[in-house]
């Protein structure tokens, strides 16, 4: 169960796009359509579409609690942030690595520690997205702020 939350936590962390806490630093896709591949252990492959708009946060997902501002290395063309969410039940650390020009392509690989464990100590989680266009019926898909 704890490692189905995480993943949906995770899967939501890098679709929808919803701003809690932001840098210049922090990677932005480009506003539009985008098609996310998520891949965990808990549930295999998933693939979803979203409509990304102009206030994109990759790192910190809707209803995560108190999380800090993100911490964000560069190194060459690799992007590395961290995060930690506090919730009443404890913390989540997230440290994802992103690639990619965030234009037409960018991969993230994630991995969430849970302090205490909530039945698993962390979950690990690949995400390829791909854009697929500017145009997005936010009806049709989730869309971001």
């Known amino acids: ?33 985008w098609e996310m591949t998520t891949v965990a252990a808990g549930t295999g492959m998933t693939t979803v579409r979203a409509c990304i708009g102009p206030d994109d946060d990759l790192v910190t997902p ?4 108190d999380c800090s501002e993100p911490k964000v290395r560069r190194v060459d063309d690799d992007i590395f942030v961290d ?11 997230m440290s ?5 020009d965030f234009d ?14 909530e039945g698993v100590p962390n979950e690990g989680v690949i ?6 266009g500017p145009d ?7 869309s971001s702020k």
């Open 1 to 33: 169960m704890a490692q189905r939350l995480a993943t949906a936590t995770a899967t939501l962390v890098l679709t929808t796009g919803l701003a809690l806490a932001a840098s210049d630093d922090v990677p932005k896709r480009k506003p539009g359509l």
């Open 62 to 65: 809707q209803g995560s609690g």
């Open 83 to 93: 995060v930690v969410c506090k919730k009443p039940y404890g913390r989540q650390i």
């Open 96 to 100: 994802t690595a992103f690639t990619g």
């Open 104 to 117: 037409k392509r960018y991969r993230a690989t994630m991995k969430i520690t849970f302090d205490p464990p």
């Open 127 to 132: 995400i390829d997205g791909r854009y697929i």
């Open 136 to 142: 997005c019926d936010p009806k049709t898909f989730p």
